[in-house]
Structures are given as C-alpha cells and as structure tokens.
C-alpha cells in the first residue's frame, strides 16, 4: 500500500519533472515532449517507489523501449544520482553523453540502447531469461509504446516469454492511443488488447498510468502474477499541457516561445 504521504511526493515530483522536461525541450528545440509527458509517472513509479535501482547486479532492470521519451529518462537519471543535472544541458549536442534516444555504452543508468521501436521486449525477455539461469532474483521491466505494439516483434517476444515462463519479465504500455502521425484507431487499430496479450500467454493487468498509487498495486499484481505479464497503463499523450493532451502534432515538435510560457503557466501556475 503507497502512503498518501508517499503519494504526494510522487506527485509533486512528477510535476516538477513535467515542468524541468518542457525547459529542456525548449532550450534544445529539439525532442519528443508527448510521449515523455505520457510516460512520467511510469518512470517515476519504477525509479522512485518500486524497482531496486541499486547499481548491483540484482539491481532491476528497466528498459525503455520507446527511446525517443529519453529526456524523461535522463530526467529521473539525473534526479537518481547517475550522472549531474548540470549534463542534462548537453541534450542532443555533438558528442554529448545524452543522445536523443538512450544509448547503454555511453549512459549511465541506461540498461538498453533503444530507439528503432519493438527491440525493447525481446531484449528485456533475454536478460530476464538469463537472470533466472544465474538465479538472480531481479526483475526486468520494459516499457512500450502502443503505437510500439504495431512491430511483430513484440508479438513473438510475447510468444517466447509465455513459452519459456519469464516470471520476471514485466511489460507496461503506455496506453496514450496516440503514435507518430495519427492515432491508433486512424492508423492502426487494436481493440480487445488485453485478449490479444492474454492469448500469446501474458497475464494481463491495466491501471491509470497517470495514478501513481493504480501504477504500484498493478506493479505488486503482476510481480504476484507467476509468469510473464503486462500492464496496459491508460495515459494521454502530453498529459500535463492541455494543448498538447492528445495531439499527435506534439509527438516530437520543438517547442516555440509561445507553448513555452503557456506550458509553464499550466505546469507551474
Ligand atoms: C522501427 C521504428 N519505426 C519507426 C520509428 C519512428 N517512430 C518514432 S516514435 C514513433 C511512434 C511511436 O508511437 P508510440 O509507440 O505510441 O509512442 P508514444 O505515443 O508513447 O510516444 C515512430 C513511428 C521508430 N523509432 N522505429
Ligand atoms: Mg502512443
């Protein structure tokens, strides 16, 4: 159970973070504000209540495979001690540490290059597997877009994980409905997820993804759940910013001053 204290914090940080992330994106003109904003309080969730993110080897493992909400990422890894808020500034500059989709050789903190979207399951199914051989006790999770959920690979990751009974392998999607250039119902629909997931032999749990306390216990079902799951966590692409909230347009746009002063007042006001 999250305190309501707990609660609070969580909340006040994921507002603080909204607000640092459309600075960032502002001063880098350059970036993906709506999927960052949709993610936030998954990444907080994992980062900052549940995942053991300890730099050992029975640390968890968080993957995030929709890379282009990298700023969000860097964000909480700042915010956790891998690298100092000051290096957030170098975002997208030549030879920086902080790429525009996260990179594990140059990253600290991150877990998984991503970027070229469905890689991020398999990946995830992998480490998970190979954990369980050395009987480390940690537990991968990987998060998706569901715009993500189009590439086949997730599918056959899915097969795999049900076959070889990944019980440490905990998906979350990022339910926003919205991708790149449309949404999903104009590009391409998927109704009845939570059937399509059960049926590749996941168990399936769903929550508001922008409900930090409807994230932990979906978090504990499916840590409770023996093999491998999802959680289908419902959000709004640039939650936070009203004019962004569920516009395709805000997908990966450079913010003008305008949207700028506008997205602080909503965020700060
Ligand atoms: C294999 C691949 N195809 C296309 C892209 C370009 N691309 C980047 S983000 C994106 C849309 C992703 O939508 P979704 O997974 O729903 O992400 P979110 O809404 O959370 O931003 C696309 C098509 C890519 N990164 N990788
Ligand atoms: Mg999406």
């Known amino acids: 159970m999250l305190l309501p204290e707990r609660k609070k914090e969580l909340d006040a940080l994921c507002r603080k973070l909204r607000a640092e992330l459309i600075r960032l994106l ?19 969730v994992l980062y900052f209540e549940k995942a053991n993110t300890g730099r050992g ?3 968890d493992r968080i993957l995030l495979s929709k890379g282009h909400a990298a700023p969000m990422l860097y964000l909480i890894l700042a915010e956790k001690g891998f690298f100092p808020k ?6 997208r500059h030549i030879d920086t540490r902080l790429q525009g989709h996260p990179c594990m050789n140059h990253t600290p903190g991150v877990e998984l290059t991503s970027g070229p979207l469905g890689m991020g399951l398999s990946a995830g199914l992998g480490m998970a597997l190979g ?13 998706l877009g569901d715009g993500e959920l189009n590439e086949g690979t997730v599918w056959e990751a899915c097969m795999s994980a049900a076959k ?15 991708q790149l250039d449309g949404a999903e119902e104009e590009i391409m629909p998927m109704p009845h997820l939570e059937a399509r997931f059960r049926a590749f032999g996941l168990d399936v749990f769903s929550c ?6 409807a994230l932990c216990s979906a978090i504990d079902a ?11 966590a419902e959000t709004v692409k640039g939650k936070g910013v009203s004019f962004m909230e569920g516009k395709n ?14 997205a602080l007042r909503e965020l700060e006001g």
């Open 208 to 213: 508001d993804g922008h409900d930090i306390a």
């Open 57 to 59: 080897e029975e640390r």
């Open 131 to 143: 954990l369980k051989l050395d009987q480390n006790p940690a537990t991968v999770y990987v998060v």
């Open 86 to 91: 000051e290096e957030l500034e170098t975002l």
């Open 249 to 262: 347009i805000w997908h990966g746009r450079p913010i003008d001053r305008e949207s700028f002063t506008a």
């Open 222 to 232: 499916a840590q409770a759940a023996p093999g491998p799951s999802v959680i289908l």
């Open 164 to 178: 070889f009974n990944a019980g440490n392998l905990i998906a979350i999607v990022d339910r926003n409905h919205v």
């Open 26 to 44: 502002y001063k880098t003109q350059s970036g993906h504000p709506g999927g960052s904003l949709s993610v936030c309080e998954i990444l907080t």
